[in-house]
């Protein structure tokens, strides 16, 4: 069935920018050389960042939750995650995770620094400034307090402070705390963790390469590691390197998700795994149109070959996206149909001629 372009143009222009405010200079003086193609006009809209407008304000949403909470939380730090931190989010009304990050304790990797450490055929690997950072991290004093007992605290202090402030405050979801700011239309999910140093955070001066662990309050445990700072990093430094190239691909590929009939379960964390695979110089001087095929190619590779589907790993590194998970490359193939339907009229509309 042929797309309508116009239609699905009118669909991404209101998700990213429902009030129609003014687009800048440069992007409009840039539809208006592409606006004799449909698809053209649909395939660079729908690249599109979100309107700075749109995503400050989900970010100060997130900083007046920070100030009411500075007033009754002590030895906190916070720092955001998701999507609105990498400028992939596709939505104006984004919300935003805000991690409230314990400073009373942080927990380490003992188990396997111990390993390195105590064994000389795994200590030899490391250089001898590595091996003294982590020597130096096993003699720390460890905490004499109640890790999950302060996180609890953390979490319900929080609930306490916010279903005060905001009267649209849902406390019931075990790992997060949902409020919606009325003035400023945006929502903000507050998520209570606190910091973890494996042997790789260690050796690299912790900073981007801490995980987090978060707290779950039905079942009073923490939850698996996370690493978002360093995905989150290496996402925006790729972006820079490719002139934003990256980041559109991102775009495309969830708006693509987001118009289809299908109900397509890939997360961002996936999206950014599949994009960051591809290898800069195929694409870092690319037209905007010129990106489709690269993005086809790599997802009808992704589906065809075994060998480059398990090894398709998350942008931190430490995760394999398809290997263990036949369900997700099954996804992935409804959006390889999606994208080859668009490749074929762009090679048809444009490319050909």
């Known amino acids: 069935m042929p797309k309508n372009y116009n239609q699905l143009t009118e669909s991404v222009r209101n998700r990213i920018n429902p009030e129609h405010k003014a687009l800048t200079k440069t992007f409009s003086d840039e539809l208006s050389t592409i606006s004799y193609s ?25 900083e007046r939750v920070k100030d009411h909470l500075l007033k009754g939380l002590s030895q906190v730090s916070f720092r955001y995650q998701g999507s609105v931190m990498t400028n992939t989010h596709i939505k104006a009304y984004s919300d935003i995770d805000l991690l409230t990050i314990s400073e009373k304790f942080y927990q380490v990797d003992n188990y396997t620094v111990r390993q390195i450490l105590e064994n000389t055929e795994k200590r030899i690997k490391y250089f001898s400034s590595s091996i003294d950072k982590m020597e130096k991290e096993i003699n720390v004093s460890s905490y004499q307090g109640n890790a999950l007992e302060d996180l609890r605290y953390n979490r319900l202090k929080s609930e306490e402070i916010l279903s005060d402030v905001y009267s649209i405050c849902d406390i019931v979801k075990p790992k997060s705390i949902k409020i919606k700011n009325l003035s400023l239309n945006r929502e903000v999910d507050i998520v209570i963790a606190n910091w973890y140093d494996d042997v790789t955070s260690i050796i690299n001066d912790k900073g981007e390469y801490r995980g987090i662990q978060i707290y779950n309050k039905e079942k009073h445990q923490r939850e698996n590691t996370d690493y978002p700072f360093l995905s989150i990093k290496r996402i925006n430094d790729r972006g820079t390197e490719t002139n934003g190239r990256l980041k559109k691909m991102i775009r495309f590929i969830k708006n693509i998700k987001a118009l289809s009939y299908n109900e397509i379960k890939l997360s961002s964390f996936d999206i950014n795994a599949i994009c960051y695979d591809i290898e800069v110089l195929k694409y870092q001087n690319l037209s905007f149109y010129e990106l489709v095929p690269i993005l086809y190619l790599q997802i009808k590779s992704i589906c065809e070959n075994k060998s480059h589907s398990d090894n398709i790993i998350s942008v931190d590194g430490r995760e394999y996206i398809f290997r263990y998970n036949s369900d997700k490359l099954e996804n992935l193939k409804l959006i390889l149909n999606e994208i080859q339907s668009i490749f074929v009229d762009l090679h048809i509309n444009v490319l050909s001629k």
């Open 38 to 62: 449909d698809v053209l006009v649909f395939i660079r809209t729908a690249m599109k960042g979100v309107e700075p407008e749109y995503t400050q304000k989900s970010k100060d949403a997130g």
